[in-house]
């Protein structure tokens, strides 16, 4: 993750049909039984929380938020500074 806005980082910056790709094939993928994590890694200091900036790519948040809703995706914060 690349984009913040004070310690909020968001994503994406910039519209990315391939990432809307990858959370069609991780929501397929936890259908047919696989385990599946998506996972967003911010490189910026000073970040405590991260959103989905809906405005930049209107498709990404109701297929990240369909992928929850089948329990294709989860989520789980890591403290601040572990990992």
């Known amino acids: ?9 968001a994503f994406p910056d910039a519209p ?8 069609h094939t991780l929501t397929h ?3 047919s039984g696989y385990r599946a994590f998506l ?3 911010v490189q910026l200091p000073g970040i405590t929380s991260m959103t ?3 405005a930049r790519f ?10 929850k809703r ?6 789980h914060d890591l403290p601040h500074g572990a990992g």
């Open 70 to 75: 089948r329990r294709a995706v989860h989520r």
């Open 58 to 67: 209107p498709e990404l948040a109701p297929a990240i938020t369909a992928a």
């Open 29 to 31: 993928a936890a259908q």
């Open 1 to 9: 993750m690349t984009l913040a806005n004070g310690p909020r980082a």
């Open 16 to 23: 990315t049909v391939r990432g809307l790709k990858h959370v």
């Open 52 to 54: 989905i900036f809906k």
């Open 39 to 41: 996972v967003f890694v």
